[in-house]
């Protein structure tokens, strides 16, 4: 008899591994896989659900496909789920939540598409295949059989097991059919890449460098998820790369390719469009936890004002100057397009804007004024702000990049030692608005403002002051404006 081979080896590990996996969930898909099954309907685990659990990183959201209308669907999970909602109705879809799991139940489909958004015409299919062949990539068009017997049957019709094993993306029809139907498919396969370190078939690469236009079809709304859940990903370099070599990048960030065009300063790097992923993939490294989503976006997006600040200068140098200037506006006015929220957008424009700053410490020049205005222009960012400085320090010079890590060491402890003697999380001025109107006797309005304004000043570049020098300073400043 011949030994198995390492891939028969490897599918039979992981699908044994499934299994064990779909058993722990035994409480959840035992009963509800015997009630669809006692109502004389079939159920399948199907798509995400079934590819993360042979890859062992199933979560607590499930997404299930039946031959059941959704009427039906909802009669089934009455007085078994805890709450069901019908949102997606309209799509064959009920959803659902059973103690810790989301669940989601779509009525199989068998979608014809207009070609000109990505909304489909859903018409209900009857056969578990023809909901699996409308599915985006091979991989994503796995079942596994739920009749509440506690035993899982895998569904491959499409070798989507093959396609997991090999690390490739891949699409059941042809990909001009799939991506002319729902371009999103094209950015999603990006966002893949990144989040599970797959690469793509040739067809689906060539596919998507035909067809990247298309993604235009897409709302900004939908774009910015699927980037976000790219930078988010386990492999986000991947994933932007593939991006910028079909084209997708430049339909949706153009900012990002276009740094390719440009040299850094230091000649440390092919190009700047390397030193930020250079950037990212050192902010990921300096991350606590959880993947930080302003911060990624911060490090890719750093020095997206270069191609617009870039000077020849004599004897062969080129120079960027003002381009964390230009580049927080880029940033802004790009997450605005893709209908980032106002918080989101002005945290990374700002750290943008300030990501340069350190590099005036020098050798700790800087007055207690300066560490002042530094930490409170970071305000709640600072921590982030930390990090991308620290990301920014990509130096192949061992010995300069470890005097750049030691001076930064040194501005921290700067801050910190201001901090224990000051609240700089809160710089605020020495007197509040009432006493300002009080002592100037004013009444509220714009002359409170200047006048508030003046005192922070003072108190970022002085410190606390006591109140009778805090007063005798705003008299002096009252008696020289303008009056009336």
Same mark, same amino acid.
């Given at each position: ?58 979560? /607590? ?64 299919? /009857? ?103 790219l930078i988010l990903g386990e492999f986000p370099i991947d994933g932007i790369n593939v991006m910028c070599e079909t084209g997708l990048a430049a ?66 140098g080129v120079s960027f100057h003002h381009h964390e200037v230009v580049g927080a506006k880029m940033v802004r006015k790009r997450m605005r397009a ?55 320090? /990509? /130096? ?89």
């Amino acid at each position: 008899m011949n030994a198995p081979t390492p891939d028969a080896e490897r599918r039979a590990r992981l699908l044994d591994g499934a299994h064990r996996t779909l058993s722990s969930l035994s409480d959840v898909l035992n009963p509800l896989g015997a009630r669809f099954a006692e109502a004389g309907h079939e159920l399948y685990l199907v798509g995400g659900s079934v590819r993360d659990a042979v890859l062992g990183r199933l979560g /607590t959201d499930l997404d299930f496909t039946t031959d059941a209308h959704p009427e039906r669907v909802q009669q089934i999970l009455r007085g078994w789920a805890d709450n069901q909602w019908d949102t997606g109705i309209a799509f064959g879809t009920i959803s659902a939540a059973k103690g810790a799991d989301q669940i989601e139940i779509t009525t199989y489909r068998t979608d014809t598409y207009d070609g000109v958004t990505r909304n489909p015409e859903v018409q209900y299919g /009857t056969t578990l295949d023809e909901d699996l062949v409308r599915r985006d990539f091979t991989v994503n068009a796995m079942a596994v059989r739920v009749d509440g017997s506690g035993t899982f049957e895998f569904v491959d019709p499409l070798n989507g097991m093959d396609a997991l094993l090999a690390g490739v993306l891949d699409t059941p029809a042809a990909p001009e059919i799939s991506f002319n139907d729902d371009p999103l498919r094209m950015l999603r396969a990006c966002r893949f890449v990144s989040q599970l370190g797959f690469t793509l078939a040739p067809r689906v690469q060539q596919a998507i460098v035909e067809m990247s236009g298309q993604i235009e079809r897409i709302t900004a709304e939908r774009v910015h998820t699927e980037l976000d859940k790219l930078i988010l990903g386990e492999f986000p370099i991947d994933g932007i790369n593939v991006m910028c070599e079909t084209g997708l990048a430049a339909r949706v960030i153009p900012e990002i390719p276009q740094l390719k065009l440009e040299i850094d300063e230091h000649h440390q790097h092919k190009d700047v469009y390397w030193h930020s992923l250079t950037v990212l993939k050192q902010a990921i490294d300096l991350e606590d936890g959880d993947p930080d989503l302003v911060l990624r976006w911060a490090a890719l997006l750093h020095d997206i004002g270069k191609p617009d600040t870039k000077r020849n200068e004599p004897g062969g140098g080129v120079s960027f100057h003002h381009h964390e200037v230009v580049g927080a506006k880029m940033v802004r006015k790009r997450m605005r397009a893709l209908k980032y929220s106002k918080q989101m957008v002005d945290e990374v424009g700002q750290l943008v804007f300030l990501h340069l700053r350190f590099h005036g410490y020098g050798e700790g020049q800087w007055t207690d004024s300066a560490v002042r205005r530094y930490v409170t222009d970071a305000g709640d960012l600072l921590p982030r702000l930390h990090k991308l400085v620290r990301a920014d320090c /990509t /130096t192949r010079n061992k010995r300069r990049a470890a005097k750049l890590q030691a001076t930064y060491d040194d501005l921290e402890q700067r801050i910190a030692r201001i901090a224990e003697q000051e609240d700089l999380a809160r710089v605020r001025p020495d007197l509040d608005g009432n006493a300002i109107m009080e002592l100037l006797g004013i009444p509220a309005g714009p002359q409170v403002g200047k006048a508030w304004k003046f005192l922070k000043e003072l108190r970022l570049d002085r410190g606390p002051l006591e109140r009778d020098e805090a007063e005798a300073e705003l008299l002096k400043w009252w008696a020289d404006q303008p009056k009336g």
